[in-house]
């Protein structure tokens, strides 16, 4: 996701920084492809940058931010992880942000909500670019709940499809579900699969993010057990 964002910045004639440090050969090559200039280190990028965008697993977006802060970063902080409005609050960046869809790289595919009262600043450097970004209201933490309550759904009707395949095996009735659902609910098989294909590589992100969306709806009054079984599930296909 960080070397799309960062190619529609540089799509739109800026230069985007990145730190290398401790990533992979695969990593590396997403920022190369996408124009990005390799700064080493998160704190040679924070020397060098007015804007920082954090990108990353969510369980570790208070420790970047804290990086970039210890380097003396005194610009403008946006932090764009999968994140609860409380460990928004924790990190407290400039802007808050929450990225919705894939990696952008068609127009109209992924928008980029933004809050904090520097928000409009932020979504001005996108206007015409791939990215879609859009401001929620100047409030930090409201595009971190607003990823919050949209991953809730789709990454947690996921999980709880995945599940249910297994139990459905467990119990040797697996064929039978799928001939239900042809008949009853056509489109949840293919679901399952696409479900099935993303999670493969990407459950161990997901953990970290299921954990924080319980975290947002428990501070709002609402079971967060939903969501710490979501990540349990992630947890079992992560360890694989």
């Known amino acids: 996701m960080g070397a799309a964002v ?6 739109n004639g800026h230069e985007v ?9 695969a990593t590396r090559a997403r920022a190369e492809a996408a124009g990005l200039v390799d700064a080493g280190s998160v704190a040679d990028l924070s020397h060098s940058c007015a804007l920082v965008i954090s990108l990353c697993p969510p369980e570790f977006a208070v420790r970047v931010a804290d990086e970039v802060r210890a380097a ?9 992880n ?4 409380a460990t928004a609050a924790r990190i407290a960046p400039t802007v808050d942000g929450g990225v919705i869809g894939p990696p952008p790289r068609v ?19 996108f206007d015409g670019s791939v990215l879609d970004a859009r ?25 709880l499809l995945l599940a249910l395949r297994a139990t459905a095996r467990a119990n040797d009735v697996d064929e039978a579900l799928l001939d239900e659902w042809a008949l009853s609910q056509p489109q949840l098989a293919a679901v399952c699969e696409l479900a099935e294909a993303n999670a493969g590589p990407k459950a161990w992100r997901w953990i970290a ?19 710490l079984a979501a990540a349990a599930v992630f947890r079992s296909i992560a360890e694989r």
């Open 72 to 80: 003396g970063f005194s610009g403008m902080l946006v932090d764009a």
């Open 135 to 159: 401001v929620v209201d100047d409030r930090i933490g409201s595009a971190s709940a607003l990823k919050m309550v949209f991953a809730a759904y789709t990454k947690g009707v996921s999980a």
């Open 6 to 11: 960062g190619a529609a910045l540089v799509g």
């Open 17 to 25: 920084l990145w730190a290398s440090d401790g990533r992979s050969d």
């Open 82 to 85: 999968a994140v609860s409005p």
């Open 107 to 125: 127009a109209g595919t992924t928008r980029c909500y933004l809050s904090g009262p520097r928000a409009r600043e932020v979504m001005a450097l």
């Open 209 to 227: 993010e299921m954990e924080e969306i319980a975290a947002t709806f428990a501070a709002a009054g609402q079971p967060d057990g939903f969501h």
